[in-house]
T-cell receptor
Framework: AQKITQTQPGMFVQEKEAVTLDCTYD???????LFWYKQPSSGEMIFLIY??????QNATEGRYSLNFQKARKSANLVISASQLGDSAMYFC???????????FGTGTRLTVIP | NAGVMQNPRHLVRRRGQEARLRCSPM?????VYWYRQLPEEGLKFMVY????????ESGMPKERFSAEFPKEGPSILRIQQVVRGDSAAYFC?????????????????FGEGSRLTVL
């Protein structure tokens, strides 16, 4: 079974609007971590936000927030007030301590339209 | 306060040559992870190392690939006799603790990657 599923290969959003990027995960562990990374066209992997499985509050970092729904095993990324510089690939990943590994989804390409 | 440093950023090799990719973790981090990203794909785990030890190499091809993280100096990912299929971006990440610790803290940071092109 896929550890991480990102069902949106591509998304478009109007500048200044909010956008939600979907991510669902699969793990039998009680303790795990969920990460979102941004990969612009230059190629580097930029850490955006992290949510631990025991964290009760949804994580927020500036314009980024993580909508963590544990029972549904989803960890969607919400970007508010989109900017042109947000255009990039976005990867969701799960840190699965049982497998001793960080598993990545296939990514969502976000394009912000002026 | 440097982040994870990888070099070279770009490397071109001909088939049959060797590629060496280096990764210097963040200061205070003793755990290093290597990932490979093929074009238009997500990152795939290759190997997890702690100083002088390979903890998990389950994602690394059995032949031609090797990794080390010596007591002094950077971690090295070595690819011998490269083939066209090795062309990819290779990312290194580091954490101060192992993955179990990173699960609690979220402290797992990536370098900018090394892009290998095999002609």
């Amino acid at each position: 079974a896929q550890k991480i599923t990102q069902t949106q290969p591509g998304m478009f959003v109007q500048e200044k609007e909010a956008v939600t990027l979907d991510c669902t995960y699969d793990t039998s562990d009680q303790s795990y971590g969920l990460f979102w990374y941004k990969q612009p066209s230059s190629g580097e992997m930029i850490f955006l936000i992290y949510q631990g499985s025991y964290d009760e509050q949804n994580a927020t970092e500036g314009r980024y927030s993580l909508n963590f729904q544990k029972a549904r095993k989803s960890a969607n990324l919400v970007i508010s007030a989109s900017q042109l510089g947000d255009s990039a690939m976005y990867f969701c990943a799960i840190l699965d301590t049982g497998a001793n590994n960080l598993f990545f989804g296939t990514g969502t390409r976000l394009t912000v339209i002026p | 306060n440097a982040g994870v440093m990888q070099n070279p950023r770009h490397l071109v090799r001909r088939r049959g040559q060797e590629a060496r990719l280096r990764c210097s973790p963040m200061k205070g981090h003793s755990h290093v992870y290597w990932y490979r990203q093929l074009p238009e794909e997500g990152l795939k785990f290759m190997v997890y190392l702690q100083k002088e030890n390979i903890i998990d190499e389950s994602g690394m091809p059995k032949e031609r690939f090797s990794a080390e993280f010596p007591k002094e100096g950077p971690s090295i990912l070595r690819i011998q006799q490269v083939v066209r299929g090795d062309s990819a971006a290779y990312f290194c990440a580091s954490s101060p603790l192992g993955l179990a610790g990173a699960t609690n803290t979220g402290e797992l940071f990536f370098g900018e990657g090394s892009r290998l092109t095999v002609l």
